[in-house]
């Protein structure tokens, strides 16, 4: 479940986030100061959410790619025959 709520973690405060307007429909008598209280709750949940996947994005940015090493690899290469074929 934790894996699920990281993985998906902005679905889960959107979907929770539709759900506000459909009580209001469901449930007239629910006082405004409890739907003010989990609004801002779904806005700090959501900040929380946008912190996670930027921390995730900035992970992802600085892990090498194996393309990387095959680059290096080919320079060697072409550095090893220009020395052969001098």
Do not use: C
Request: hydrophobic share 50%; charged share 15%; no cysteine.
């Amino acid at each position: 479940m934790n894996s699920f709520i990281s993985t998906h973690a902005v679905r889960v405060v959107a979907a929770a986030a539709a759900l506000i307007p459909l009580l209001m429909t469901w449930y007239p008598s629910i006082p405004w100061e409890a739907l003010v209280a989990a609004a801002a709750a779904l806005l700090g949940a959501g900040e929380l959410a946008q912190r996670h996947e930027d921390n995730k994005t900035v992970s992802a940015l600085h892990e090498t790619s194996p393309l990387d090493s095959a680059a290096w690899l080919q320079a060697e290469l072409t550095k090893q025959e220009t020395v052969q074929n001098r």
